[in-house]
């Protein structure tokens, strides 16, 4: 069945009309096959299960797990597509945000076509940012949180942004949804930053290889996080590192405890960062109480994912 007929199909069953609308969007998209499209539709219906299952936290895992321990006696290692596999790296991966980054995407107010963003989004795969109705915010309860046995709170966290994810997601999920406007997405986005929450704008392949949310990340719960702590490149930095005055700070030790890269560590009566794992996320900036950090470009960490620039810089480009 090719996707003509799939739509056909929808047509006639009466399918929802956000489903539709991903399925004539996945038919515009370049590239985008059948079967990603139903990868696509699987991901966005059953997010929850498929984010547990990656996780190694669904009833599923455990199944398999006995099975294995029954045909093969002896220690098994857990199921969980999380870490070490670099392949799951180059089309399921997320881009570190500072705030200010955050809050311009959810801000935008026209629809956006930025392709090919390799020195933003440094993966082979799944590094579009294409914003149709981008003032169509949901924000939806943290699947990654959702499957942890002891969560952190708030739940209400994750940012669906444009179409036609915004609306699948509010219709698929009502109970777990609600539509919000930029003003509340930014109020979210500033106190998960106070939390010591990372922000995160995520791409998949599944999501027509493009962006489609910002989670405000926690290192307990994130699977982005648990990935990249077990081997897997699964986040890029946000192209910004960070630089300590060592004349003003205390060596009160805040911005350690708050670091959620571990790149940040005491050092006598100051502390030292190690640039090669810091991500620039900027939540330790927030806690000094000196002001002795300071969020500097770093050439090392690539591009910064910052919408406004990407959309001036593509703007002088264009032949009048």
Same mark, same amino acid.
């Given at each position: 069945? *090719? ?18 609308? @991903? /399925? ?15 990868? !696509?539709?699987?991901? /966005? ?8 299952? !990656? ?7 455990? /199944? ?59 993966? =082979? ?5 294409? /914003? ?10 943290? =699947? ?23 609306? @699948? ?35 998949? #392949?599944?999501?027509? !290889?493009? @962006? ?17 702590? *077990? ?37 006598? *009566? ?28 770093? =050439? *090392? ?11 001036? #810089? ?7």
């Amino acid at each position: 069945m *090719n996707r003509t007929e799939v739509e056909e199909l929808s047509r006639r069953k009466g399918i929802r009309p956000s489903t539709r609308a @991903f /399925l004539q969007e996945a038919r515009r998209t370049p590239g985008f096959t059948t079967l990603d499209t139903l990868h !696509g539709y699987i991901y /966005l219906r059953w997010a929850y299960t498929y984010i547990a299952i !990656g996780l190694g936290e669904h009833w599923i895992n455990r /199944l398999i797990q006995s099975v294995r321990r029954t045909f093969q006696p002896g220690e098994s290692p857990p199921i969980d597509s999380s870490g070490g596999n670099s392949k799951i790296a180059e089309v399921y991966h997320g881009k570190v945000l500072r705030t200010d980054a955050a809050r311009q995407l959810v801000s935008v107010q026209e629809d956006i076509d930025l392709r090919d963003l390799e020195q933003v989004i440094p993966y =082979p795969y799944a590094r579009d940012i294409v /914003l149709r109705d981008p003032d169509h915010i949901v924000v939806i309860d943290c =699947p990654c949180r959702s499957a942890r046995a002891h969560a952190c709170q708030p739940l209400d966290v994750c940012l669906i942004i444009g179409e036609p994810f915004a609306s @699948f997601i509010a219709e698929h999920h009502p109970e777990k949804t609600r539509w919000i406007d930029a003003d509340e997405a930014c109020e979210i986005l500033e106190r998960e930053h106070q939390r010591g929450r990372v922000h995160q704008a995520f791409f998949k #392949d599944a999501t027509l !290889g493009r @962006f489609y949310v910002i989670c405000n990340c926690c290192a307990c719960c994130c699977g982005a996080m648990q990935a990249r702590r *077990n081997g897997t490149p699964l986040l890029a930095a946000s192209g910004y590192s960070i630089e300590i005055d060592v004349q003003s700070c205390l060596g009160c030790g805040d911005c350690v405890e708050v670091c959620a890269f571990d790149a940040i560590s005491e050092r006598g *009566n100051s502390v030292q960062v190690d640039r090669s794992i810091c991500m620039g996320c900027g939540v330790c900036v927030s806690t000094c109480p000196t002001e002795a950090l300071t969020m500097l470009r770093d =050439p *090392n960490k690539g591009e910064p994912l910052e919408i406004s620039a990407l959309i001036t #810089d593509q703007e002088t480009r264009i032949p009048v």
